[in-house]
């Protein structure tokens, strides 16, 4: 039987600071003394692969939950912003609100190929309205 590869406590400690997101790719390398020709053979590695893959994957996961947790406090502010006296904000509001059944069944769908098997592309959120959510979003924390 084969013994399975597994990945260095180096290899680790590079994927760890890579995904913790504090230092780019090269600082990361520099910090591990990792020069760029070992790196690029082990981006060629299937073992690393494989766990910069679930990486991706889990912080997918950790950012879909994290979008999902504010939904509704997005959603009641869109609502609030309708009665602004800024008419300009309240009519985007509404737009936006209006629309958000369209995006909710799209998302649905594509979840639902994603289950079955089927890469579909990936919805993205305008510029626009991903800075409003984070608007919103930095409002919400804001102590009062």
Known sequence: MAKRKRLSKRQLAVIDDLFAGELDEQAVLDKHGVSGNVYNKWLTDEVFQAE?????SGARLASEALIAR???VAAA???QLTDSENQETARKACLDIISLPKIS???AE????EQK???GQTEQL??????RILAALADEQKPE
Request: hydrophobic share 35%.
């Open 52 to 56: 910069f893959a679930r990486r991706i």
């Open 70 to 72: 504010y939904c509704l």
């Open 77 to 79: 502010k869109l609502v």
């Open 105 to 107: 069944a799209n998302r």
């Open 110 to 113: 594509q979840t639902d190929k």
């Open 117 to 119: 098997g089927n890469e």
């Open 126 to 131: 305008s510029a626009e309205t991903a800075s």
